[in-house]
């Protein structure tokens, strides 16, 4: 994804209810291992990375954005590649170019490999499609052509976000404005779509960004962007569970992008523009969150960079911990992979204390999808009016 400008506020439409229960809660916590890349646009250096990628090896495969000229116009030997780097974080090389034609990108975002097929997938805005290769790299085909639609009035983001795979190697794929999510064949025939209207209602979004598929369910999550929120699809994309809000308290949003979901059904979501990771149970109940906004010599958050400049904040904060955006994400062996959108590079995560812990029934909220259902208040909700920012697209 690239830069977007207005932050959009989604309103949960009427049908929601909120029950007490007893459970098991999940303790979950964040700690910082490493920071893979440094920001530049030389080999092995970042900006915007978007997708994020483990593969068998353990070697991180990373989208890395779409250069510019200083007068606006594609730089095609500036990123528009997949950049891999090995698992003690040294650059190795890269998959693809800048271009039109096979194999190569204009603009990738989300990159993942088939559980099924070891192939890799990755989405290239401009081009739109989804390009696909090999275990080692080796271009295959692209499909979805022109079918991912268009920039839309107020948003400058477009095309393929998220991308996932089910327990068959069948392929979903963001529609960011379409409001939907496409699934296609391991080989890219489209045999379905889920979702397609605008909107605050259950099942309904207004930017799909992160999806993924739970391991363990089937169950489909997806970060409903401007929504601010998470929804949570059955395997046939029936809703089922929302959470989230605008703001920037714990279980709120400011444009959640990045999404996964491990074995235990916890939730992990990159809240954008509040430069952090937030982390939840299977039922929307907020665990705990991590990362900080990166700061400037007095102390004061560094803003994202303007859209006709170079794609870095202004100064840098390379202190663990602190971002600029947090972005595209993936999940691998208790390790949580984190862009730092605006600060060119991956931050790496322990993800640790997976424990049982039990919690009582007034303080877990378990929130259920139900037409025509009452809504119940556990805890007061603060309203929150339009808010202005830059977006991404």
Do not use: C, H
Not at 276 to 289: A, C
Request: glycine share 14%; proline share 7%.
């Amino acid at each position: 994804m690239g830069l977007v400008k207005n932050l959009s506020i989604g309103i949960l439409g009427t049908g929601f209810m909120v029950l007490a229960t007893a459970a098991q809660a999940n303790a979950v916590t964040l700690t910082y291992d490493r920071s893979i890349g440094s920001p530049g646009f030389g080999p092995g250096e970042l900006f915007v990375p978007q997708g994020i990628a483990v593969d068998s090896q353990g070697n991180t495969l990373i989208a890395n954005g779409r250069g510019v000229n200083p007068d606006g116009t594609p730089n095609y030997d500036l990123g528009n590649k997949i950049e891999i780097f090995n698992p003690s974080g040294q650059y190795i090389g890269a998959i693809g170019s800048g271009g039109t034609g096979p194999g190569q990108f204009d603009e990738p975002t989300t990159v993942d490999f088939s559980p099924v097929t070891g192939d890799l997938y990755s989405g290239d805005v401009y081009n739109n499609r989804i390009n696909q290769f090999d275990s080692q790299g080796n271009f295959i085909r692209s499909f979805a052509n022109g079918e991912f639609t268009p920039l839309v009035e107020g948003r400058l983001f477009f095309g393929p976000s998220g991308l996932t795979f089910d327990k068959d190697g069948n392929v979903y794929v963001g529609d960011f404005n379409g409001e939907r999510i496409l699934k296609y064949t391991s080989d890219g025939q489209q045999i379905g779509a889920i979702g397609g209207t605008r909107g605050t209602a259950p099942g309904q979004f207004q930017g799909v960004a992160g999806v993924r598929i739970s391991p363990v369910s089937g169950n489909i999550f997806v970060a409903d962007q401007y929504n601010n929120r998470v929804q949570v699809l059955d395997p046939n994309g029936n809703p089922l569970l929302a959470f989230g809000s605008a703001g920037s308290e714990p279980g709120q949003f400011l444009q959640p992008i990045g999404i996964e979901v491990d074995e235990e059904e916890n939730i992990y979501v990159a809240d954008s523009i509040n430069s952090r990771v937030q982390v939840f149970d299977k039922n929307g109940n907020f665990l705990t969150s991590f990362g900080q906004p990166a700061l400037d010599a007095s102390g004061n958050p560094v803003p994202p960079p303007a859209f006709t400049g170079p794609p870095f904040g202004n100064p840098l904060d390379l202190t663990p911990g602190r971002f600029n955006w947090t972005g595209g994400t993936t999940l691998k062996d208790d390790k949580l992979y984190v862009g730092d959108f605006f600060q060119g590079r991956v931050q790496v995560l322990n993800i640790e204390d997976r424990a049982k812990v039990p919690e009582s029934s007034s303080a877990l909220g378990l929130t259920l999808l139900g037409l025509g259902a009452t809504t119940v208040t556990l805890r007061k909700r603060r309203q929150q009016k339009s808010i202005v920012s830059l977006e991404k697209a």
